[in-house]
């Protein structure tokens, strides 16, 4: 049985809160994981703009084919800096997510509108993450930077505490 990956609870996380009707969550972190995963790929284990871009453009393909990467760089920047969908001048201007109780949408563009289920979004963008991990597991500069994923310690994280489980 493989293992799974340790950006797995994180994963899981975003999709439940996607389903729970949690969306603001849900959204906000979907939108990080680009960062996330160049961090993990980067020789300084950091993010940034061009960086986030050239993930989205090479990892996101057709599920996402109405958003260009300066579109979802926007969307990142105003979502985690302001709690708006950014200041939208690329490909659309408005973005609209229907919620897990309504009507569902994937990848939908209506004059300046893009269109997606917040679950179907999440999804989509995590199972991109995912196989992006997959492909990328066993290089050495990801195996480098994941000890710094901030993730669950199961029997604490020494030498600070031991028992519990924390989040480190």
Not at 7 to 15: G, M, S, V
Not at 130 to 148: G, H, M, R, S, Y
């Amino acid at each position: 049985m493989p293992t799974k990956s340790p950006l797995h609870p994180l994963l899981d996380e975003i999709n439940r809160a996607a389903q729970a009707g949690l969306p603001f969550l849900a959204v906000t972190m979907t939108v990080t994981l680009p960062d996330i995963c160049v961090s993990l790929a980067s020789e300084d284990g950091r993010s940034n703009r061009d960086r986030y871009k050239n993930w989205c453009a090479n990892h996101l393909g057709e599920g996402f084919s109405f958003l260009t990467p300066d579109d979802l760089y926007s969307i990142r920047c105003g979502v985690v800096h302001n709690g708006r969908f950014g200041d939208l001048q690329h490909n659309v201007e408005r973005v609209i997510f229907a919620l897990p109780d309504g009507n569902s949408f994937q990848n939908c563009q209506i004059g300046d509108a893009y269109f997606y289920s917040v679950v179907d979004f999440c999804r989509n963008f995590t199972g991109a993450v995912d196989a992006w991990f997959e492909t990328n597991k066993d290089a050495t500069i990801v195996q480098q930077n994941l000890p710094k994923l901030m993730q669950y310690r199961v029997g604490g994280f020494a030498p600070y505490i031991g028992g519990a489980t924390v989040l480190a």
